[in-house]
């Protein structure tokens, strides 16, 4: 059974303040919110997590840095795409009502005040309170005699010899500034000529942006170390001031779903070189920046996408779209910062659990799955010793045939291609997609994907007009009996980098029918398909929209028939109104729905009339909540399944994603479990009001009910599963009959 009541009732509310972290409104429509604010409240929640005291101060720095980086993607992609709109007249608007203008300036306004609390967390909290543990951000200034002597020693002879002062005069145009680089605006005067100049220094970011200062652990930004030496760049010259900048540009790859490229390799690797010069949609700069420098450098990055304008009206960046820092910029950089090794400073260490039936390394991880599905949950469980031992195994297994598998974002260098280029040498089939659109992961792609070529892995690069985003990999085995295709379906990317920070469930199976239907997925990515009937599987775009819909509606029969309803799903975002819809209509007949939406959440929860019995809790932690799960009660004969894709458009219609069934007792017992710790949460917990603000929970005694916590011992939550548990299945049953082959 699905958990029949949600647990936390008795959770009090109003954790820390919420001085200046009032939302903007997030909708004209009673029945949404805005996608795009609802992001921006997510990232508030990022915030938080700096903004608390219980969380480890290093920790604290590592928020800090993802909101920042959160930033620079919002702003390269969502926000980027909202102005082409506006510029381009666009006059469609969201569901929610409000204009791609209006959302700009709501967007904008809600952007300052956060950048502003997270300025005030740095300074005013997080880095005094390390500098109470000996850890320090120090100022040229304030170095010692001995510790300038060493700094400009790491200056002359690392520093230097890398910088490329650029002058801005008739005879230098200004430069090209790369997206996301941070640099120095110089201001020079000739004493000879007494006439003032503008030169531009980039801060290498082949060096360490912190640079050691003498003490254990302190560090002096290296845009002041270049600021201290610029002399030695410019001599002769009076160095006036210099400050520091950073520019966002415009960053999404755009494929056509109508034309369909002869060579999508090489178009992505165009336009991955071209966007490297789209327009600048944002500017920061370091405060005290003088009016005259600043408008100059406007000037000039308008000039470079529009020819000469003026620089407060017309196309392309303005002085409004300028972002005054604080004294220090690129906040992501503090993630260097947060590795340190200060056990005290930072969250304990942790040892991901094996689960029970791949202990014994002596036994073949295919003979585990052949008795019973295996379910994983990372971090909490190894993903070296299931996922990478799957693949490990499968290409040095004489046994094993054909591997096929699809790439969206991994690490590249690890295990996970040592495994598909080693079974290619060993002969074996290997069929590899390579997803060369996953956002900011182009240029790895493009590089994993020669490399695959190169070892004679087929590779191929999806369908097009579709981003292939499933995680998805299939085995084909001669066992004993025959021919058998082993399956691993999950969540999460084939990253062993990501898989220690971000949460993710799959499951390991060899079901005829599963496979079967993965083999049919397979074949529509690598060839000629218009494969629309799955057997178990739920496909998008084949059939998962349909499918949610009619589970969702099923729901809704069982309530309305008095067999009660429930809906609990975990996802990291809510957009797609039919969806919404579906689910307003659920609630009204009475299902109980509890959705755990990591990130955006465009639906309206316990409004009355609408939706009174929805609702909706955020977690943000230590790990990135990134697992898809759903459970439908299904008048007390649960369905479970997990997958790939999130409730938003781009997920249902225009992607390839795939969806499975949970079906061995024993494991939706451990599905369960993982979302009623989920459900209970009062650490990290956050519970979405009907106008788009964000409450967090706080726990009512002394002991909280962390989520994350508690699945670092527990990775299934199963302590808080009161049913029985039910008994182990029987073997699969072994017949001379072999499934139908790959």
């Avoid at 304030?142 to 002597?149: C, Q």
């Avoid at 779209?321 to 950089?333: N, Q, S």
């Avoid at 609408?610 to 909706?616: A, K, M, P």
């Avoid at 990135?624 to 759903?630: A, G």
Wanted: contains cysteine; proline residues 7%; charged residues 25%.
């Amino acid at each position: 059974m699905v958990a029949e009541t949600a647990p936390g009732g008795d959770i009090q509310r109003n954790g820390l303040p919420n001085d200046g972290m009032t939302p903007e409104p997030l909708t004209r429509n009673p029945r949404y919110l805005n996608r795009e604010l609802s992001w921006l409240e997510f990232n508030a929640r990022v915030l938080h997590e700096a903004r608390d005291p219980r969380t480890p101060l290093l920790e604290r720095l590592k928020f800090l840095a993802i909101f920042s980086t959160n930033l620079d993607e919002f702003y390269q992609v969502r926000v980027a795409g909202l102005r082409r709109q506006v510029a381009a007249g666009v006059a469609q608007t969201p569901p929610d009502g409000l204009t791609p203008h209006e959302q700009l300036e709501a967007i904008d306004r809600r952007v300052r005040a956060l950048s502003v609390e997270a300025r005030d967390t740095l300074h005013g909290a997080v880095l005094p309170a390390l500098a109470e543990h000996g850890v320090r951000l120090v100022a040229m200034r304030d170095l010692s005699r001995e510790e300038w002597l060493g700094v400009d020693a790491f200056f002359e002879s690392q520093v230097f010899p890398v910088l490329t002062p650029l002058a801005v005069d008739p005879g230098h145009p200004f430069p090209y500034i790369s997206n996301l680089s941070l640099s120095l605006a110089v201001a020079l005067r000739d004493p000879v000529k007494g006439t003032e100049h503008f030169a531009r220094v980039k801060v290498p970011r082949s060096l360490p942006r912190w640079v050691p200062a003498g003490r254990p652990n302190h560090f002096v930004p290296l845009e002041q170390v270049i600021g201290a030496n610029l002399g030695a760049l410019f001599p002769g010259m009076e160095v006036v001031g210099s400050w520091a900048f950073k520019l966002t540009r415009y960053s999404d790859i755009e494929v056509s779903n109508t034309e369909e490229p002869e060579d999508l390799l090489a178009m992505i690797e165009e336009q991955v070189f071209q966007r490297r010069f789209s327009e600048v949609v944002r500017l920061e700069v370091a405060e005290g920046m003088p009016d005259a420098l600043r408008d100059l450098i406007v000037q000039e990055l308008r000039e470079e996408t529009h020819g000469p304008v003026d620089v407060d009206t017309g196309p392309g960046l303005t002085v409004a779209d300028v972002h005054e820092a604080g004294t220090l910029l690129e906040f992501g950089d503090l993630l260097t910062l947060a590795s340190l090794e200060i056990p005290e400073l930072r969250d304990a260490p942790f040892h991901p659990q094996t689960p029970p039936e791949l202990v014994d390394r002596s036994r073949s991880i295919f003979e585990a799955i052949r008795e019973r599905d295996i379910l994983v949950h990372h971090p909490y469980t190894s993903f070296t010793d299931t996922v990478e031992r799957f693949l490990a195994e499968a290409a040095t297994d004489p046994d094993v045939l054909a591997i096929k598998m699809t790439l969206y974002r991994t690490s590249g260098d690890g295990a996970i291609v040592d495994a598909l280029t080693e079974a290619a040498q060993h002969g074996k089939q290997v069929a590899v997609l390579v997803e060369l659109q996953a956002r900011g992961d182009e240029v790895n792609n493009i590089t994993w994907a020669r490399t695959l070529e190169s070892f004679g892995v087929h590779v191929t690069y999806g369908v097009t007009g579709l981003k292939t985003h499933t995680k998805t990999a299939l085995v084909v085995r001669r066992d004993a009996d025959g021919i058998r295709r082993y399956v691993h379906l999950g969540t999460g990317n084939y990253n062993a980098k990501t898989a220690r920070v971000y949460t993710d469930i799959g499951l390991l199976t060899c079901a005829p029918s599963i496979a079967a239907d993965v083999t049919d997925l397979f074949n529509a990515l690598t060839g000629y398909s218009r494969q629309k009937l799955y057997r178990k599987l739920l496909v998008a775009p084949a059939n998962m929209r349909g499918r949610f819909l009619e589970l969702i509606e099923r729901e809704a029969r069982h309530a309305q028939a008095g067999r009660g309803g429930r809906i609990v799903a975990k996802l990291n975002a809510i957009v797609d109104t039919e969806i919404i819809d579906a689910l307003y209509a659920a609630s009204h007949a009475g299902v109980e729905i509890d959705l755990i939406v990591r990130g955006i959440c465009c639906l309206r929860p316990g409004v009355p009339g609408l939706s009174e019995r929805i609702r909706v809790v955020s977690i943000i932690g230590r790990f990135l909540e990134h697992s898809r799960l759903w459970a439908f009660d299904n008048a007390g004969a649960p369905e479970y399944f997990l997958g790939s894709a999130d409730w938003m458009p781009r997920n249902l219609d225009r992607r390839v994603e795939a969806i499975a069934p949970v079906e061995d007792p024993r494991l939706q017992r451990c599905c369960r479990g993982l979302l009623d710790a989920c459900l209970a949460d009062d650490r990290q917990a956050w519970d979405l009001l009907g106008d788009g603000r964000y409450d967090q929970r706080q726990p009512v005694g002394a002991e909280d009910r962390s989520a994350q916590r508690l699945l670092l011992h527990d990775p299934f939550g199963l302590s808080l599963v009161h049913a029985p548990e039910p008994p182990a299945p029987p073997k699969r049953e072994v017949t001379a009959r072999s499934p139908q082959p790959a």
